[in-house]
């Protein structure tokens, strides 16, 4: 079957553009997540919306599985190809199309990477602030609602996509939203798509809001006696009125991992990264006010700097913290799950993830991006060690039960996927009859990224 769609799509576009290669199906097999991998049957390399309609139309006609693959980099194994099919890579459309500074836009092909984006806005003094962890493709950001550590600030993809070009399943193309600021016409189809993780159709542009670079920033990296401590500090700032652009929790077992990794010397205990931009005068004034905050709360040492190559370093360090985690546990797997919650209960339910690892035994540790309720827990998976999986499954389950149970959300950035399909009619109860009526309307055939977001758990 493999060999008959391969030849199928080679002629349909380009030798070239077809792989069958046992290396390219396997790395097309599996994200960054622990779920099982799946080889495709075929990887396709698109490079333009031509060539997407042509294999959409193709893969309806043979009710073939089609699933949209970035960077790979996801953590709940969207782009595991559970049916097989085609493995449809963006990265060839990776081309900024037009940046329109005077309406602080940009239109991009969905294989540009948040990074090649800001080196092209830095030259007009803008910058795209949306910033996972890794240098993602900006239509997996954007198929999976991406955020990072500036959303406290600027929002997460859904806040920041203005418009998009989607080919449908049936290979019709259709264009989302207006270039205007705001709107109150039709539907939001723009919001629909933004974080439908490839399950309505395939992004191959994007209309995106991008910012002015800030006058000034200060980094500050501010260290607490316990867990407790930096989050009552975070919940205040906000509650204050305090404009931050990034505020993070990191875990006293993140800090030495990440000293161990990148060579710094950040003393090993529970520690909040904050960053204030503006002007100087303004970022000054917050400062003061970020301090008499922290030391009300026991805060042991704090350390500002607006050098741009410290807060780089800092801020490279919060990024690579899950990579220096696995670093430090070579061989072994993790679980990456994330929650959010509303602010007034961050408190108990990071306090509550802290708890459940304990009692259950399990090595890992939280960071998360206290400043919007967005907390992540890894756990650290040993194939030497009997249980460890169910141990982290478990441990998993009990912080999400209790995010729901807060009011808050199975997942707050990494998506849905496969890993938290099960949650999804607790937390959305009858409206999730609403969310699977669209699928099949816009997807009747089911060939867009099956057995992820809003399909029946298998």
Not at 210 to 235: K, L, M, W
Request: aromatic share 4%.
């Amino acid at each position: 079957m493999s060999v008959v769609i391969a030849e199928d799509l080679k002629r349909i576009l380009s030798p070239q553009q077809v792989s069958t290669s046992p290396s390219v199906l396997e790395q097309h097999s599996h994200d960054e997540s622990y779920h099982t991998p799946v080889l495709p049957d075929v990887v396709v390399f698109p490079e333009s919306t031509e060539d997407v309609v042509r294999v959409v139309r193709y893969a309806a006609e043979h009710n073939i599985a089609i699933v949209p693959f970035g960077m790979g980099s996801a953590l709940e194994g969207h782009v595991v190809p559970l049916r097989r099919g085609i493995s449809l890579d963006m990265t060839r459309m990776n081309r900024i199309l037009e940046i329109r500074p005077d309406d602080f836009l940009v239109r991009v092909q969905p294989g540009v990477t948040r990074v090649q984006l800001n080196e092209a806005l830095g030259r007009y003094g803008l910058m795209f602030p949306v910033d996972p962890g890794a240098d993602a493709s900006l239509g997996g950001m954007a198929a999976t609602n991406a955020s990072g550590t500036r959303a406290v600030r600027y929002g997460a993809m859904r806040d920041n996509v203005r418009a998009l070009e989607v080919v449908l399943p049936s290979g019709e193309v259709i264009r989302t939203g207006s270039l205007a600021v705001k709107s109150s016409s039709g539907y939001n189809l723009t919001g629909l798509f933004v974080g439908s993780e490839g399950t309505l159709g395939v992004i191959t542009e994007l209309w995106l809001r991008v910012y002015g670079i800030p006058e000034h920033s200060v980094a500050i990296r501010a260290q607490f006696p316990d867990i407790q401590a930096c989050v009552n500090t975070s919940t205040q700032i906000i509650a204050a009125g305090i404009p931050v652009t990034r505020v993070e929790l990191v875990e006293a077992p993140y800090i030495e991992a990440v000293n161990r990794y990148k060579g710094t010397d950040f003393p090993v205990v529970p520690t909040l990264f904050i960053e204030l931009s503006g002007t100087r005068d303004s970022v000054e004034a917050e400062l003061r006010w970020v301090r008499e905050i922290a030391e009300d709360n026991g805060c042991t040492g704090l350390v500002a700097t607006s050098d741009e190559a410290e807060r780089n370093r800092l801020w490279e360090a919060r990024h690579h913290a899950a990579y220096a985690m696995m670093h430090q546990h070579r061989g072994a797997g993790h679980m990456s799950t994330d929650v959010c919650v509303p602010l007034s209960k961050l408190p108990e339910a990071v306090l509550h993830a802290r708890r459940t690892m304990d009692e259950e035994g399990a090595l890992g540790a939280i960071i998360g991006h206290v400043g919007d309720g967005n907390f992540h827990a890894t756990l650290v998976i040993r194939p030497d060690v009997p249980g460890d999986m169910e141990r982290a499954e478990r441990v998993n389950e009990q912080i999400v039960r209790h995010a729901l149970a807060l009011g808050g959300t199975c997942t707050g950035e990494h998506g849905v996927g496969i890993g938290k399909r099960k949650y999804q009619a607790l937390e959305h109860g009858a409206a999730l009859g609403l969310m699977q009526a669209i699928k099949r309307l816009v997807d009747p055939r089911g060939i867009m990224n099956p057995g992820k977001l809003v399909d029946p758990d298998a």
